[in-house]
C-alpha cells in the first residue's frame, strides 16, 4: 500500500507541482490550503509524511507543525518544512518545533524523492520497534500474571503439606522413644525445606512487584542483631549435622527502619546458600557494623567455602546470573541473589561481594538507619522516610 503525504501550501501551482513529483514516484497525497486544515488533515487523514510551507494562512507553517507533531505524539510522523527562507534562526525555529528536514524552493525533484524516502524508511523502523516493545509489554505482563498465579497455586497445597508436617512432628515428639528418631528427624527436615520452597516462592513473587513498583513494604524500627541471632539459631540443627559453625557478631545492636519480613528472607537466601557450599568443618559468620558517620550500617554473611571467581562476581547479581561453575563448584543461582539485591535497594541500600583473609566470601548489605528510597533513572533525589513509614516502595 503506497504511503501518503500530506501536502500543505496556499499556492496552487506549488502543491500541483509537488503532487506530481509524489504520484510520479508512487506516492498518495492529501492536500491542505492553510495550517489549521493540514492540523485537521494530520488527525483525520493519517498521512505518514507532511510537506509544511512555511507562509501559511490562518496559522504559520511553525505552529502547524508543532501541533502535528503533538497530536501524533504516539508515533513518529516526519515533517519536511518546504521553505524559500534561508536564515539560520527560522531553521533553528523548525526544528525546536518538530521539523525533520527542510527544502528550499524551487524544490528539485530527485532530492525530494531522496529526503521523502529516508523519513519514510526511518518511520517504518520506528513503527517496527514500536510494534516489537508492545509485544514485548504483553509478554511481560503475560509472564508477571502467570508467576503471580503459579505463585499463588503452588502456596496452598504447600501450606497444607507444612500444617501436616508440623502435626505429625509434634505427635512423634508427645511418642517419645517409640518412634525411630530418623523417622522424626526426616520429618523436621522435610519441614525446613518446605518452609524454604515457601520463602522461594514468597521470593519470586516479591521480586515481580519490586521491579514493577508495586511492593508495599511494612517498615518498622526493628534490631538488627536479634534478626540475625533467630537466623542462626533455626539452621543450628542442619549446620550441626553438617559439621558447620556458625557465629553471630554484633558488637553494637543496631536498630534501623526495615521490612523485616523482606530484610530476613533476603538474609536467609545468602545464610542458605552458604550452608550448600561450605565444606564440612567450616565457618559461617553474620556481622553487624556501624558506619562512622552513623547514617549507615552493614550486614555481612561470610564463608570460608569456596570463593566466587572475580569476573563471576558481577554476573551473579543479576537476573537468573550464575558464576563460573566448573571452576568454582557453584552452579546457577537463578533469582536468590537478584532478588537480595533488589531487596537492599528496596530500602535504599546496596548488597556487594568481597572477600577479607579470613573468609573467601562475604556478602554485605550496607542500607540506611533511616529508609532511604531509591528511584531509578528519575533523576529524582533520594528520599528519607521515618522508621514507622509504610509507604509504597521505589528503588
Given at each position: 500500500m503506497p504511503s501518503t503525504i500530506l501536502i500543505v501550501d496556499d499556492d496552487v501551482d506549488a502543491r500541483e507541482l509537488l503532487r506530481l513529483y509524489l504520484?510520479?514516484?508512487?506516492?498518495?497525497?492529501?492536500?491542505?490550503?492553510?495550517?489549521?486544515?493540514?492540523?485537521?488533515?494530520?488527525?483525520?487523514?493519517?498521512?505518514?509524511?507532511?510537506?509544511?510551507?512555511?507562509m501559511l494562512p490562518r496559522m504559520n507553517g511553525f505552529e502547524a507543525a508543532r501541533r502535528c507533531k503533538q497530536l501524533r505524539s504516539g508515533e513518529?510522523?516526519?515533517?519536511?518544512?518546504?521553505?524559500?527562507?534561508?536564515?539560520?534562526?527560522?531553521?533553528?525555529?523548525?526544528?525546536?518545533?518538530?521539523?525533520?528536514?527542510?527544502?528550499?524552493?524551487?524544490?528539485?525533484?530527485?532530492?525530494?524523492?531522496?529526503?521523502?524516502?529516508?523519513?519514510l524508511a526511518l518511520r517504518e523502523r520506528h513503527q517496527s520497534l514500536m510494534k516489537r516493545n508492545e509485544e514485548l509489554a504483553e509478554l511481560q505482563?503475560?509472564?508477571?500474571?502467570?508467576?503471580?498465579?503459579?505463585v499463588h497455586d503452588l502456596?496452598?497445597?504447600?501450606?497444607?503439606?507444612?500444617?501436616?508436617?508440623?502435626?505429625?512432628?509434634?505427635?512423634?515428639?508427645?511418642?517419645?522413644?517409640?518412634?525411630?528418631?530418623?523417622?522424626?528427624?526426616?520429618?523436621?527436615?522435610?519441614?525446613e525445606a518446605g518452609r524454604r520452597l515457601l520463602r522461594l516462592l514468597t521470593n519470586l513473587a516479591d521480586t515481580?512487584?519490586?521491579?514493577?513498583?508495586?511492593?508495599?513494604?511494612?517498615?518498622?524500627?526493628?534490631?538488627?542483631?536479634?534478626?540475625?541471632?533467630?537466623?542462626?539459631?533455626?539452621?543450628?540443627?542442619?549446620?550441626?549435622?553438617?559439621?558447620?559453625?556458625?557465629?553471630?557478631?554484633?558488637?553494637?545492636?543496631?536498630?534501623?527502619?526495615l521490612d523485616v519480613d523482606l530484610v530476613t528472607r533476603a538474609i536467609e537466601n545468602i545464610v542458605d546458600n552458604a550452608l550448600r557450599y561450605t565444606p564440612s568443618g567450616g565457618k559461617i559468620c553474620m556481622m553487624v557494623s556501624r558506619e562512622s558517620d552513623g547514617d549507615d550500617f552493614g550486614i555481612a554473611i561470610a564463608n570460608d567455602g569456596p570463593p566466587i571467581p572475580l569476573e563471576s562476581r558481577h554476573a551473579i547479581f543479576e537476573k537468573y546470573g550464575q558464576s563460573a561453575g566448573k571452576r568454582s563448584?557453584?552452579?546457577?543461582?537463578g533469582l536468590g541473589l537478584y532478588f537480595c539485591r533488589l531487596a537492599a535497594e528496596a530500602h535504599g541500600g546496596t548488597l556487594e561481594l568481597s572477600d577479607t583473609p579470613e573468609f573467601s566470601t562475604v556478602f554485605t548489605f550496607r542500607l540506611p538507619v533511616t529508609r532511604r528510597v531509591?528511584?531509578?533513572?528519575?533523576g529524582v533525589p533520594e528520599q528519607e522516610m521515618p522508621a514507622d513509614d509504610s509507604r509504597k516502595t521505589n528503588h
Open positions: 504520484h510520479d514516484a508512487g506516492y498518495d497525497t492529501v492536500e491542505a490550503v492553510d495550517g489549521e486544515q493540514a492540523v485537521e488533515l494530520a488527525d483525520t487523514a493519517a498521512p505518514d509524511l507532511v510537506l509544511m510551507d512555511v513518529f510522523l516526519p515533517i519536511i518544512m518546504v521553505t524559500s527562507l534561508r536564515d539560520q534562526s527560522s531553521k533553528l525555529l523548525g526544528y525546536r518545533v518538530g521539523v525533520d528536514d527542510f527544502l528550499s524552493h524551487p524544490v528539485d525533484r530527485i532530492e525530494l524523492g531522496v529526503r521523502v524516502a529516508g523519513l505482563r503475560f509472564r508477571d500474571e502467570m508467576s503471580s498465579t503459579v502456596k496452598n497445597p504447600l501450606a497444607v503439606i507444612l500444617a501436616n508436617l508440623a502435626y505429625a512432628i509434634e505427635e512423634l515428639r508427645q511418642a517419645g522413644e517409640i518412634v525411630d528418631p530418623d523417622v522424626g528427624q526426616s520429618l523436621v527436615e522435610s519441614e515481580a512487584r519490586i521491579e514493577a513498583n508495586r511492593l508495599e513494604a511494612a517498615v518498622q524500627p526493628a534490631p538488627v542483631g536479634r534478626i540475625l541471632t533467630q537466623i542462626a539459631m533455626q539452621r543450628r540443627v542442619l549446620a550441626h549435622t553438617r559439621d558447620i559453625k556458625i557465629d553471630v557478631r554484633v558488637p553494637v545492636e543496631v536498630e534501623a527502619a563448584g557453584r552452579m546457577n543461582l531509591r528511584r531509578r533513572s528519575t
